[in-house]
């Protein structure tokens, strides 16, 4: 079974498609998405509907627990705005309420069996949604995420892709879809085949010009939000 490993999409629809187009033509089965499909950018309800064709299983990240507290608390959502650009609020005001429970009540983690692979699903760390994991995060770390010997143990939260196997476990996180953070533009996500185990990393080219645009005119105070997109 090809399963396609992505996460952080952060209402980029424009990264998605291109991710979900390479991932029809390789014949992936389904989908394990380390969670934040919303944040940051302005196109959550198209993000959703794009993932309403594929088998999908998904997790909290830490930008749905803020849109939790979103929904019912006007001040946090202003200071997330602030923050990090109306991607929460666009939420608000595209997604329909049972699209606002679902999102908001993801689980986290989340364990999957698929052809007698045991995988571990996650955000941030199996024991924390909100904890970074880098690729020189320390051995100890690890260790931890491989403590209950999953086959495969996926992360995200970082917008870093990489790999670690500790004994049987793969540790993978396989990028951002729709905000990268190391350097190399474009649509990150990984492979993963439970038959031979074999992983591997895509980066999708995209345009992204009109996105670019996009942020500096709703979120000019925000510049990041538009640099992090071309940044090399």
Avoid at 37 to 54: K, Q, T
Wanted: charged residues 20%.
């Amino acid at each position: 079974m090809k399963l396609a490993l992505l996460g952080d999409v952060h209402g980029n629809f424009r990264a998605l498609k291109v991710v979900l187009s390479r991932a029809r033509l390789l014949n992936v089965n389904a989908l394990l998405i380390t969670g934040d499909l919303v944040g940051y950018y302005d196109a959550p309800s198209i993000v959703m509907e794009m993932l309403n064709a594929w088998e999908c299983y998904i997790v909290r990240g830490n930008h749905e627990d803020m849109l939790k507290i979103a929904r019912t608390d006007g001040e946090f959502l202003t200071n997330v705005d602030a923050k990090y650009g109306r991607g929460l609020r666009s939420a608000l005001e595209q997604l329909s309420d049972n699209q606002l429970d679902m999102l908001c009540n993801l689980p986290h983690p989340l364990e999957v069996h698929m052809s007698n692979c045991k995988i571990l699903l996650c955000h941030g760390s199996p024991w924390d949604n909100n904890h970074y994991i880098y690729p020189d995060s320390s051995l100890e770390v690890f260790d931890r995420c491989a403590q209950q010997q999953y086959d495969l143990v996926v992360l995200g939260h970082t917008h870093y892709s990489m790999r670690q196997k500790i004994g049987n476990t793969l540790v993978v996180n396989p990028g951002s879809v729709g905000q990268p953070r190391n350097r190399k533009p474009g649509a990150q996500w990984a492979l993963y085949d439970t038959e031979s185990k074999v992983l591997e990393f895509f980066n999708e080219s995209y345009e992204c010009s009109e996105l670019v645009e996009e942020c500096r005119v709703n979120s000019p105070q925000l510049p990041y939000l538009a640099e992090i997109l071309t940044r090399t």
